[in-house]
């Protein structure tokens, strides 16, 4: 059966631009007309016999046959819209126009290519979107799902993954997912180089890799995430098994990917200001503010639980000196190595804090005594007492150690810390004295 046998517009439906495809009850394609090549890749050869079905993107797939049930069922239907995987590999998006022929069991289909207005479109509500993630986001993790899911809007992708690439030569995974919901592994080592080498060229750059087993092959695209200072990292996507990125998805993410790199950059910062606000640089303790909402926290839960927290105040014996005789690098040295040993000394649960200057504090939230606590206090001094290289010069750390404990010496946090402090001067002085 062919159009020319059927309709009296027969001879003009060549010159259509919009395709015309007629198909049985089994969705096979009796006729077609000429526009189908631009419209979907396929001549109308190519297309008969054949289910035009099988070319609809796997995310449409549902949609698609509840509206060709609407149409079987006798609706005439206009302007429902889906996409399809062109011979090229590349998407069409499609309005349709659809009636039944229920004398001769057949679905009459118009179909308008509306993939450049689709594509304007779905651009500039991404640019919309991805602006308000760089202003609006709650964190990393939300900022990198949302950029997977308006880009997968603009792009029909299987996987996308997003590399931190803002220390040479060290890539860093910081989001990978597939259209299973997993992704792990998407990151292998032909992703790895395609982003070195988007890295270098600065544009997007495309690699279409050979199916497994004869299957159908797909793309990989690694387009750099160019920030204000220089490129960041790397937007890497995989397509559908069978399609490929196209010059104008390649573009598209060219532009894509800058404000991705924005949005970056500013999360980033926050993140960096919100951490240098709670922790201490030099250290990578939590800082004294951090320590008194743990400390909060920590006396509330042991006025609930009718239990008891305690207070370790440190200060190292004779820091000044090491400052004034090593030099201030050596100082530093000194403070980040006492850190790591009392970090490391301590359970999870217990919050060792850095104060300012030679001070440390430990909470122990959860302690059954004042023996119990001391006893904590000797092995962080035991551990600290050990020799360390400061500049070349072996160096005995010495710390004085106070101890308080609540709710027995203090009915709140400022009194525990005075406590805690007026217990550590005393033995300084003890050890001055002796
Ligand atoms: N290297 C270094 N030194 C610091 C830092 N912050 C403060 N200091 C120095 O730490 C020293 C602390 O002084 P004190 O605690 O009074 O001196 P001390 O010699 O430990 O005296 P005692 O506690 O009585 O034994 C001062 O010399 C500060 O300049 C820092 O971040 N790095």
Known sequence: MSIETM???????????????????????????AACLAVFGYTPEELTGKTLFDHV?????????????LVMSGTPRIGFENRYIRKDGSIAHIMWSARCDAERQLRIGVARDITAKKRAEAVQMALYQIA???????????????????????????????????????????????????????????????????????????????GATGGAGMSLLAAPLSGTQGPVGALILKSHPGMRFTDDDTKLLHFVSSQVAVALERRWL???????????DLTGLPNRRLFYDRLETAL???????????????????FKQIN??????????LLRVLARRIKKTMREEDTVARLGGDEFVVLLPHVSTLEAATGVAEK???????????????????????????????????????????SMYEEKRRTKQS
């Open 57 to 69: 993107v796997p995310e449409d797939r549902a949609k698609t046959w509840e509206e060709s049930l």
């Open 7 to 33: 309709d009296p517009f027969a001879d003009i439906a060549d010159l259509l631009l919009d395709a015309i495809v007629i198909v049985d009850l089994s969705g096979k394609v009796v006729a077609a007309n």
């Open 270 to 280: 926050l993140d960096e200001l919100t951490r240098s606000a709670r922790y201490d």
């Open 324 to 333: 004034d005789t090593l030099g201030h690098t050596a100082g530093d040295e």
């Open 132 to 210: 308000a993630l760089a202003h609006g986001s709650d964190g990393l993790s939300q900022l990198l799902d949302e950029t997977h899911r308006i880009v997968s809007r603009l792009v029909s992708v299987a996987g996308m993954a997003v590399i931190d690439a803002r220390v040479k030569h060290r890539l860093n995974c910081l989001y990978q997912s597939d259209s299973s919901g997993k992704g792990a592994g998407m990151v292998d080592e032909a992703a790895r180089q395609l982003v070195d080498k988007a890295l270098q060229e600065q544009q997007p750059v495309v690699s279409d890799l050979p």
């Open 380 to 422: 962080i001094r035991t551990t600290c007492n050990e020799m360390v290289w400061l500049d070349r010069h072996l160096v005995e750390p010495r710390l004085s150690i106070g101890v308080a404990i609540y709710p027995d010496q203090a009915s709140d946090a400022t009194q525990l810390m005075k406590l805690a402090d007026q």
């Open 300 to 318: 509330s839960q042991s006025r609930r639980r009718n239990s008891r927290s305690a207070l370790l105040y440190l200060d190292i014996d004779g």
